[in-house]
Nanobody, 125 residues
C-alpha cells in the first residue's frame, strides 16, 4: 500500500520561505512521477508542481513559477517543495500525490491516485 506523509507546513510571513517534504513508502519510489497540489476551503484542488521519476523534468503552475522549486531524493524516498517569496494567496493545505502508473507531465488531479493527508501552509500579510 502506497503511503505519503507530508511535513514542513506552518505559519510564515509574506516574503518568507518554507520547505515541504513528502516521505513515500509502499513501492519503488524512483519509478514514478510525484506531484504537489494545494487546496483552500471551498475551492478545487489545484496543481502546484510535478517532477519526473529521475528528477530531470519539472513542471510548475504559472502562479508559482520562479518562486517554488520541486526536487526529489530517490535514495530517501522523499520529494520536496521549496517555497520562496511566499504570498498570502499561497495559503492552503498542500498535498503530495503519486499516480498508480507512471505518467509524463501529470498536472491534473485526475492523473493521481495516491494522496497524503496534507499539511497546512499559512502566509500572513
Amino acid at each position: 500500500q502506497v503511503q505519503l506523509v507530508e511535513s514542513g507546513g506552518g505559519l510564515v510571513q509574506a516574503g518568507g520561505s518554507l520547505r515541504l517534504s513528502c516521505a513515500a513508502s509502499g513501492r519503488t519510489f524512483s519509478s514514478y512521477t510525484m506531484g504537489w497540489f494545494r487546496q483552500t476551503p471551498g475551492a478545487e484542488r489545484e496543481f502546484v508542481a510535478a517532477i519526473s521519476r529521475s528528477g530531470a523534468l519539472k513542471y510548475y503552475a504559472d502562479s508559482v513559477k520562479g518562486r517554488f522549486s520541486i526536487s526529489r531524493d530517490n535514495a530517501k524516498n522523499t520529494v520536496y517543495l521549496q517555497m520562496n517569496s511566499l504570498k498570502p494567496e499561497d495559503t492552503a493545505v498542500y498535498y503530495c500525490a503519486a499516480p498508480r502508473n507512471d505518467r509524463i507531465r501529470a498536472t491534473m488531479v485526475s492523473e493521481y491516485d495516491y494522496w497524503g493527508q496534507g499539511t497546512q501552509v499559512t502566509v500572513s500579510s
